[in-house]
């Protein structure tokens, strides 16, 4: 860290997955994502899930109205795949731009995904039609049957559905969301340039110890679930080798303080208001701070076929301490970091 520039500079980053939430969290948070990135894809998992073209458009017009005047940002619209998604409702919403992706949670996998696909094979004629219009597939990758552990879910995942989607849909833009495992790193480095994986900033800074030593801690617990340290390194690895197969998405996923701090604590992190400090501390970390612009501004537009942003950010590098909450709609969020010191901070 000693060594490191005073700042650095580089195009303005996207934000490839994250949960901006609806009515009052919407309002709360939205600019905070803006602040940082000048677009995201943004997840469907409202109640009731967003599932249409026009429910997107609808969503994406809750967010514009939800931003500062003047805000520069880009909603990404993605649709909810349920086991009756209609293949051409979602070509229509490709084609019009009113959709950039189309998700697949698991049914139950995580938050509001009650709705998600039941079997995966169900979901054959929507792949193929998006295969065919080069629509970009997101997944949840996670099994969710109760006699698999928690902890292995994402490598069962790989093994039963994503290594069949792969090899079923050849030409398949295929995303592997916030990659928790060595296992998930392997996959994606193996497979074809049309798999890429997005990585949050909490799988890089923690592993499973952080939920679990010293008593429960809620606001360390997302899913998929931060695993053991060997996980932890490989991620930190890909993160930060270079690979344009890997690229920013930060899965933040606002909750009310007291809906993580409760007897069945929400899953999700809220780490969007010092994202990309999180990163680039692990990248000054591990000595590879050459390769953050491609990480977090390069790779996910030539994954997605979109132009780089032309403008720039720059971080500089200054200890400041992260807010132990941020006020949203009446109640209060804990930030990712609340109370530590981070060593770099967006410059305004």
């Given at each position: 860290?000693?060594?490191?520039?005073?700042?650095?500079?580089?195009?303005?980053?996207?934000?490839?997955?994250?949960?901006?939430?609806?009515?009052?969290?919407?309002?709360?948070?939205?600019?905070?994502?803006?602040?940082?990135?000048?677009?995201?894809?943004?997840?469907?998992?409202?109640?009731?899930?967003?599932?249409?073209?026009?429910?997107?458009?609808?969503?994406?017009?809750?967010?514009?109205?939800?931003?500062?005047?003047?805000?520069?940002?880009?909603?990404?619209?993605?649709?909810?795949?349920?086991?009756?998604?209609?293949?051409?409702?979602?070509?229509?919403?490709?084609?019009?731009?009113?959709?950039?992706?189309?998700?697949?949670?698991?049914?139950?996998?995580?938050?509001?995904?009650?709705?998600?696909?039941?079997?995966?094979?169900?979901?054959?004629?929507?792949?193929?039609?998006?295969?065919?219009?080069?629509?970009?597939?997101c997944v949840h990758g996670e099994v969710t049957d109760a006699e698999i552990d928690i902890f292995d879910r994402e490598a069962v995942f790989i093994d039963r559905h994503l290594s069949r989607i792969v090899k079923d849909f050849p030409e398949l833009k295929v995303v592997f969301e916030h990659v928790t495992t060595e296992d998930a790193v392997q996959f994606v480095e193996s497979a074809g340039e049309n798999v890429g994986a997005t990585i949050t900033p909490?799988?890089?800074?923690?592993?499973?110890?952080?939920?679990?030593?010293?008593?429960?801690?809620?606001?360390?617990?997302?899913?998929?679930?931060?695993?053991?340290?060997?996980?932890?390194?490989?991620?930190?690895?890909?993160?930060?080798?270079?690979?344009?197969?890997?690229?920013?998405?930060?899965?933040?996923?606002?909750?009310?303080?007291?809906?993580?701090?409760?007897?069945?604590?929400?899953?999700?992190?809220?780490?969007?208001?010092?994202?990309?400090?999180?990163?680039?501390?692990?990248?000054?970390?591990?000595?590879?701070?050459?390769?953050?612009?491609?990480?977090?501004?390069?790779?996910?537009?030539?994954?997605?076929?979109?132009?780089?942003?032309?403008?720039?950010?720059?971080?500089?590098?200054?200890?400041?301490?992260?807010?132990?909450?941020?006020?949203?709609?009446?109640?209060?969020?804990?930030?990712?970091?609340?109370?530590?010191?981070?060593?770099?901070?967006?410059?305004?």
């Amino acid at each position: 860290m000693s060594d490191a520039p005073d700042s650095i500079t580089i195009r303005r980053p996207d934000d490839w997955h994250v949960h901006l939430r609806d009515g009052a969290m919407l309002q709360a948070v939205a600019q905070i994502t803006a602040r940082q990135f000048a677009r995201a894809i943004v997840m469907p998992n409202l109640t009731p899930p967003v599932t249409t073209a026009a429910m997107a458009e609808e969503y994406r017009e809750r967010i514009l109205s939800a931003l500062d005047f003047g805000t520069h940002f880009t909603p990404l619209m993605t649709a909810y795949l349920t086991d009756s998604t209609d293949p051409d409702d979602l070509a229509a919403g490709h084609a019009s731009g009113a959709l950039t992706a189309a998700k697949l949670y698991p049914a139950n996998a995580t938050t509001n995904s009650a709705h998600g696909v039941t079997d995966v094979a169900k979901l054959a004629p929507v792949l193929e039609r998006m295969q065919d219009i080069g629509m970009v597939l997101c997944v949840h990758g996670e099994v969710t049957d109760a006699e698999i552990d928690i902890f292995d879910r994402e490598a069962v995942f790989i093994d039963r559905h994503l290594s069949r989607i792969v090899k079923d849909f050849p030409e398949l833009k295929v995303v592997f969301e916030h990659v928790t495992t060595e296992d998930a790193v392997q996959f994606v480095e193996s497979a074809g340039e049309n798999v890429g994986a997005t990585i949050t900033p909490q799988h890089l800074h923690i592993n499973r110890n952080a939920m679990l030593v010293g008593g429960i801690r809620p606001h360390a617990y997302c899913l998929p679930v931060a695993k053991r340290e060997q996980h932890r390194l490989a991620l930190r690895k890909a993160a930060t080798s270079g690979s344009a197969k890997f690229f920013l998405g930060t899965d933040s996923a606002p909750h009310a303080r007291e809906a993580k701090e409760s007897a069945c604590g929400c899953a999700g992190i809220f780490n969007a208001p010092f994202a990309l400090e999180s990163y680039l501390q692990v990248f000054a970390e591990e000595d590879a701070l050459e390769q953050f612009e491609g990480f977090a501004s390069l790779h996910g537009p030539a994954f997605y076929g979109l132009p780089v942003n032309e403008g720039t950010i720059t971080l500089e590098q200054v200890d400041h301490r992260v807010p132990d909450t941020f006020e949203a709609g009446g109640t209060e969020l804990v930030p990712f970091h609340a109370g530590e010191t981070l060593h770099w901070r967006l410059a305004e």
